[in-house]
C-alpha cells in the first residue's frame, strides 16, 4: 500500500472546487464496498461524511466515523484510512482543505494574541454530528456540478469563518481553540515546515539553522521554545513515527523503512526503535499491522 499526498489522489476521479482564497473543496465518491488509502496531509484538512462508515488510524488515536460525522486534521500528519460503502448506499465525503493562511486568518478572530506551546498543540479534532455541521456539509454539496456565483470565494472564506465560530462556542470549544491555536502559531508552523521537510535527510544543524534563516544558536533557542526538545531528539522521535506508521500500514521491509524515514545504519534503527517502543520493529509488525 502507497503513502499519498492529499489532495492530489482524488483529483481524477472525483468533483473537484479550487477557490482562489487558499480553500480546496472535494466531493470523494466510491462505489467500493471497503478501500483503504495511507496518506500524508499536506493541506489543513476537514473531512465531513456523508454516506457510509469510515476507520481512521491519525496521529496517536483511532477514530470510527459514521455519516454526518468528521474531523479536522493538521498539515504534515500522516493518517490511514478504511471506508466501507453500505448497500444500497455509496460511500461520499467532503474534504476542504485550507492553507495556514487561512487557517490564521479566519482563527485570529476568535483566538486574541495567544499563543500555543508544544504541550497544548492538537493535530487532530473530532466532530460529532450537529445540525450546524450538516448545514455547513450541504451548503458546500450545492456548488458541485454548477457555475459557481462571482462571490463564491468570498462566501467561502464566511461559511468556514461560521463553522469556526460555531464550534468555538460549543461544548468543546476550548479544545477547539486549541486546535486553531496550533495552527495560528507562526513560529512553531515556519519550525515544523522546516523540520518535516528535511528530517529524513542526514543533515547538519548548522545546515538546518540557515535553511531557516537563523543562526545556529537561535535556531536550537527557538526549537526548544516552541518543542520543548532539542532538535536531534525531534528527528528522532519523527523518524520512529514515521516508521511506526509505515510498519503497521504498508508492506515494505523494514530495511526499506528505516532507510525511508532517514536512518542511515539499520541495526541502529532496530535498537533506537526496540529503545522507544519496546519492542523490535518485526514483533510490533507482527501484533499491530491492519
Same mark, same amino acid.
Given at each position: ?6 489532495? $492530489? ?26 478501500? #483503504? ?13 456523508? &454516506?457510509?462508515? #469510515?476507520?481512521?488510524?491519525?496521529? =496517536?488515536?483511532?477514530?470510527?466515523? &459514521? ?18 460503502? =453500505? ?25 486574541? $494574541?495567544?499563543?500555543?506551546?508544544? /504541550?497544548? /498543540?492538537? /493535530? ?73 521537510? $528535511? ?22 533557542? #527557538? ?12 528527528? =528522532? ?36 526503535? #526496540? ?16
Amino acid at each position: 500500500m502507497q503513502v499519498w499526498n492529499l489532495p $492530489h489522489i482524488f483529483e481524477q476521479y472525483n468533483q473537484r472546487i479550487r477557490s482562489q482564497v487558499g480553500i480546496e473543496l472535494i466531493l470523494y465518491k466510491s462505489k467500493q464496498e471497503t478501500e #483503504k488509502a495511507s496518506v500524508q496531509v499536506n493541506s489543513n484538512l476537514l473531512v465531513l461524511l456523508l &454516506q457510509g462508515s #469510515k476507520e481512521v488510524y491519525a496521529p =496517536q488515536q483511532r477514530i470510527v466515523l &459514521q455519516a454526518g460525522e468528521g474531523f479536522f486534521i493538521r498539515q504534515g500528519n500522516y493518517l490511514m484510512s478504511e471506508k466501507f460503502a =453500505q448497500a444500497p448506499q455509496h460511500y461520499s465525503s467532503l474534504m476542504v482543505f485550507f492553507n495556514d493562511d487561512i487557517a490564521q486568518q479566519l482563527s485570529a478572530p476568535l483566538l486574541g $494574541h495567544s499563543s500555543p506551546t508544544a /504541550s497544548t /498543540s492538537l /493535530s487532530v479534532f473530532r466532530l460529532a454530528t450537529s445540525d450546524h455541521t450538516q448545514a455547513f456539509s450541504h451548503s458546500l454539496t450545492n456548488y458541485f456540478g454548477t457555475d459557481l456565483p462571482p462571490n463564491f470565494d468570498a462566501m467561502l472564506k464566511i461559511k468556514l469563518q461560521e463553522l469556526f465560530w460555531i464550534l468555538s462556542q460549543g461544548a468543546k470549544g476550548t479544545t477547539f481553540k486549541t486546535f486553531l491555536k496550533s495552527l495560528q502559531n507562526d513560529q512553531a508552523t515556519s519550525l515544523t515546515q522546516l523540520m518535516e521537510q $528535511h528530517y529524513r535527510e542526514p543533515m547538519p544543524l548548522e545546515q538546518l539553522a540557515f535553511l531557516g534563516g537563523y543562526s545556529l544558536s537561535t535556531f536550537k533557542r #527557538k526549537f526548544k521554545d516552541v518543542f520543548q526538545q532539542s532538535p536531534a531528539r525531534w528527528i =528522532q522521535n519523527r523518524r520512529l513515527q514515521e516508521a511506526r506508521f509505515l510498519l503497521t500500514n504498508t508492506q515494505k521491509n523494514i530495511t526499506e523503512i528505516g532507510y525511508e524515514v532517514g536512518f542511515e545504519n539499520i541495526s541502529h534503527f532496530i535498537q533506537i526503535f #526496540k529503545t522507544h517502543f519496546g519492542t523490535t520493529p518485526g514483533d510490533f509488525r507482527g501484533t499491530n499491522q491492519h
